[in-house]
Each structure stands twice: as C-alpha cells, then as structure tokens.
C-alpha cells in the first residue's frame, strides 16, 4: 500500500494490489494521514467484498452505457447524430453480431476466392483439382 504525489497534482493517491490486481485511485484529499485511512478503507471494502459482507460491483455492461450515451445524444446534439449513432449501435447488439457469426460459407464461394487472389497475384488461371471419392478419406 502506498500513498504519493503525482507530479503537478496536489492530491494524494494510492496504489495497491489485492489478489493479483492493481488499483489505482485518486483519494482527493490534500492531507497524508487521511489519505492514508481512505486507503485503508478502500482495501477494506475489497476484502469485505470477497467475503461477501458487502455485494460486488456489477460489471458494466455495453447496453446500459449505449442507453445512456444515446440518451446523452438525443439531448445535446442534432437529430441526424443521434441517428447516426443509434444505427451504429443497433448493428453492435449480440443478436446481430451472433447472427453473422453462424454463417457458414459454401466451399466453392471460397474456390472463387482463392482462384481469383491466384490468378491476380500470378497472371495464370487456377489449377483446379476435381476431389475424387474417396481419396484422401482415411479409408482402406
């Protein structure tokens, strides 16, 4: 645990690890003592935590910031931003993103790729091989 300065601030702050993780916080205060206690404070909120006195910090969570953050929009800016950005997020939910993510290409769309990269990278046609049945089956 550590209290200090940093360079150009007149507040203290602290450093601390707990269970593997470093926190690092502004403690606002201007006095070394009290600094100090807050930072006794907030390791024992971390303790307290783990054991299950106090209930742990909910994970923030992308839909409740775009809720804010469009709502934020909405007010200060123009229409057309708000739009803008409400489409943006639209297209990050995880029913649209799991629904791309289940694609599953046919081979000879990637044939057509590769022959197409081939034959730009080498001025020659792809050399096509026919699969045969059974060939390279791992049967005997």
Known sequence: MTSYKQPGSPYY????????RRY??????R??????????VGKAELAQR?????????????????ERFL?????ERRRNTHR????????LEPERLNR?????????????IRASRWSASTGRSFPRIEP?????????
């Open 13 to 20: 702050y602290y450093d601390l690890y707990f269970e593997g």
């Open 24 to 29: 690092q916080k502004s403690t606002h205060l």
């Open 31 to 40: 006095n070394k003592t009290i600094a100090h206690r807050v930072e006794c």
């Open 50 to 66: 783990r054991a299950g006195i106090l209930p742990k910090k909910q994970i923030p969570l992308f839909r409740g910031f775009a």
């Open 71 to 75: 709502h934020t929009i909405k007010v």
């Open 84 to 91: 803008n950005y409400l489409s943006c997020v639209r297209n």
């Open 100 to 112: 791309f993510a289940n694609l599953k290409l046919e081979g000879r769309w990637q044939e057509n």
């Open 132 to 140: 045969r049945q059974g060939a390279f089956s791992g049967r005997s």
